[in-house]
């Protein structure tokens, strides 16, 4: 659902300063909100502090929320909380494949498609 976001309320909560979210809202600028924020239906802000500042920064209107019907200051804090430690991190190996991806995706042209489509095709044969 879209939320106005001057009408998101921010209860107390543990993070209070978002940090450096240049690459998040660069992220946002690109490719859009790839996770909606969490809120209460009184619009409270449950997870997604740092998306939500950034939305602001942005000069964004509304953002892309999912309500979530907390019964309680202990079921709000553990959102808040598995929503900000449960993230995994790609490894070296797994950035590494990343980066041949997006090399294959990024050719230009007909034949670079082509040529990008047999990869695939070839990978998912042999289970690359």
């Known amino acids: 659902m879209r939320v106005r976001?001057?009408?998101?309320?921010?209860?107390?909560?543990?993070?209070?300063d978002p940090g450096d979210i240049s690459e998040l809202k660069e992220s946002?600028?690109?490719?859009?909100?790839?996770?909606p924020i969490l809120i209460d239906p009184e619009n409270r802000l449950i997870?997604?502090?740092r998306r939500l500042q950034s939305a602001r920064e942005l000069g964004w209107e509304s953002i892309e929320g999912r309500m979530v019907d907390v019964r309680d200051k202990k079921e709000r804090l553990m959102m808040e909380v598995d929503e900000n430690v449960t993230r995994l991190e790609f490894s070296p190996d797994e950035m590494d494949r990343v980066d041949r991806l997006l090399d294959r995706y990024s050719r230009p042209g007909f034949l670079g498609r082509l040529l990008a489509w047999l990869q695939d095709l070839f990978d998912r044969i042999f289970r690359r």
Do not use: E, N, S, T
């Open 5 to 16: 976001i001057a009408d998101i309320r921010i209860p107390p909560r543990v993070r209070k």
């Open 28 to 35: 946002m600028r690109r490719l859009g909100l790839l996770q």
């Open 47 to 49: 997870a997604g502090f």
